[in-house]
């Protein structure tokens, strides 16, 4: 839905970070993506494809990493997987909307090739963000 | 899958738009590349700029200050993609905090009855707060067009096809309103109950509406809308009989998502359904202009935790 306006968000955010050389070398955009970010990998690495395509960043990878979503209950003070987006702790049944994790959409690293070196050939390219696991 | 139609080309701009972006840079010293590096907690918020000097020797690592490396092959950025947006809803935040107005998103798919729930909303103020609406529901003025014949400001945003308002977007809007002696301005959002939710416009009220003829199963089909909001209204409840429609069912599913959802039931041919809506209305206004900031709506802090 969004991804569209999220890749040029990651764009924008890379652009302002590195420098014309990094960019140059760019290989490899690894994300973090919590369960609770209202992104949709699948279609967040569609879209990537689809600006990246016939531009110098064609073939750059972007790779996520889910991260499952997590409450924290008041009562019990247990941290406890929120699964079906049922933010109720399983031990004493309490609400809370005191969340753990789940809500990143981060850039954690990128990678660069680097000429004479080279770099670990054992990624595999391309189509590694897994959709989120159904909960 | 919505479409853009704004450009969204990877091109390379050499200007650094940003001023006061909330990069977090790791220094992994004597990292091999392609170790994971923790993230810290939290950025520390500094504004710098990026004077890429790429010293790969070791450094005296200041935690207070941001640091980078880049090692030869990895180049570590902990960077909140929605950083921007989140920026520009904090200024719109910290804007209608120096004027006192109450900021609120209306968001829902097509068709749920936001525009007929605002005008509504204005019959039953009756003047007794000063409102205005920004319109990016359609890309005609008709809705804008609907509000205006009450008498109530209106400025229509040209979403040129976008599935969500973003908040430099709302900020412009702001821009063509007379702000004047306003207690209220409501966002109607573009209709689609997905998109509009991740992005913060800087309010300090959202609410989400789900119709009756939408089906009781729509706030596990897109939960984050119910989550992030502090109001849900159930519209069109007129229809109940003749849909297969379960307040309960809808209510339920929803509060487990966000056990501090309000719910309220609206029908349009039901004047007076608005009625709790503008007892909420009226207290929250009071509660902003006597600067009694509530926080109990959470989208303040999405996206701001990197929990390393
Ligand atoms: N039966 C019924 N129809 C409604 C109700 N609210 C709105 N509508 C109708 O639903 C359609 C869409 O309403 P509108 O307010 O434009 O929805 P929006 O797209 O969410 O702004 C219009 O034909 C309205 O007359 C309601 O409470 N009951
Ligand atoms: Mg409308
Ligand atoms: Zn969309
Ligand atoms: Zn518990």
Redo the contacts between chains.
């Keep these: 839905m969004h991804e569209i306006s999220l890749v040029s968000s990651i764009w924008k955010t890379l652009d302002a970070t590195l420098s014309e050389s990094e960019l140059n070398a760019l290989k490899l955009i690894r994300l973090k993506v919590g369960a609770l970010a209202n992104v949709e990998p699948i279609l967040l690495d569609s879209a990537f494809q689809a600006i990246t395509k016939n531009t110098r960043f064609d073939g750059v990878e972007l790779r996520c990493t889910l991260i499952p979503a997590t409450a924290h209950c008041e009562s019990c003070k247990d941290i406890f997987p929120v699964n079906n987006y049922r933010f109720i702790c399983p031990t004493c049944d309490q609400p809370t909307s005191d969340v753990r994790s789940g809500e990143e959409f981060l850039i954690e690293n990128v990678e660069f090739s680097t000429e004479g070196e080279e770099l670990n050939s054992n990624h595999k390219p391309n189509k590694s963000c897994a959709p989120i696991p159904n909960q | ?4 139609t ?1 450009s ?3 091109t ?3 200007n ?3 001023t006061h ?1 909330h ?1 977090v840079y ?1 220094f992994n010293h004597g990292q091999a ?2 170790q994971p ?1 923790a ?1 810290p907690a939290h950025d520390h918020g500094h504004s710098h700029d ?1 004077g ?1 000097s790429h010293d790969h020797s070791p450094t005296n690592g200041n935690n207070e200050d941001i640091q980078r490396m ?1 090692s ?14 989140d920026r520009d809803a904090a200024g719109n935040r910290q804007r209608m905090r120096n004027e006192n107005i109450l900021l609120i998103n209306l968001i829902s798919s097509a068709g749920s009855g936001k525009t007929s729930f605002l005008e509504r909303t204005i019959e039953a103020l009756d003047g007794r707060l000063k409102i205005a609406v920004i319109e990016g529901d359609l890309e005609t003025e008709r809705d804008a067009d609907r509000i205006r014949k009450h008498g109530i400001q209106a400025y229509q945003i040209e979403t040129g096809g ?3 308002l ?1 908040a430099n977007v709302v900020e412009h809007a702001l821009s063509h309103l007379d702000t004047t002696g306003l207690d209220v301005i409501i966002i109607e959002n573009v209709g ?1 109950p ?2 509009p ?3 913060d416009l800087g309010e300090d009220y959202r609410i989400c509406m789900l119709a009756t003829t939408e089906g009781d199963d729509k ?2 089909k897109y ?2 809308l119910f ?1 992030r909001s502090d109001l849900l209204v159930i519209s069109k409840t007129d229809l109940i009989a003749h849909v297969p429609f379960s307040i309960e069912a809808a209510t339920k599913e929803a ?6 959802l309000e719910v309220i039931e609206f029908a349009n041919n039901d004047p007076s359904s608005v009625d709790p809506f503008i007892d909420i209305l009226i207290d929250r206004v009071a509660k902003k202009k006597s600067h009694h900031h509530d926080h109990s709506h ?1 989208h303040d ?3 701001s ?3 390393a």
Aim: charged share 10%; proline share 8%; with cysteine.
């Design positions: 899958m919505c479409t853009n704004q969204v080309e990877p390379v701009v050499n650094h738009y940003h972006n990069y790791n590349p392609g590096v993230i990026h890429h880049i030869p092959h990895i180049g570590q950025i902990g960077a909140n993609i929605l950083s921007a947006n976008i599935c969500h973003e689609n997905v998109c939710a991740a992005f706030p596990k939960p984050e989550r509060l487990e998502i966000n056990h501090q959470n802090h999405a996206h935790h990197t929990h």
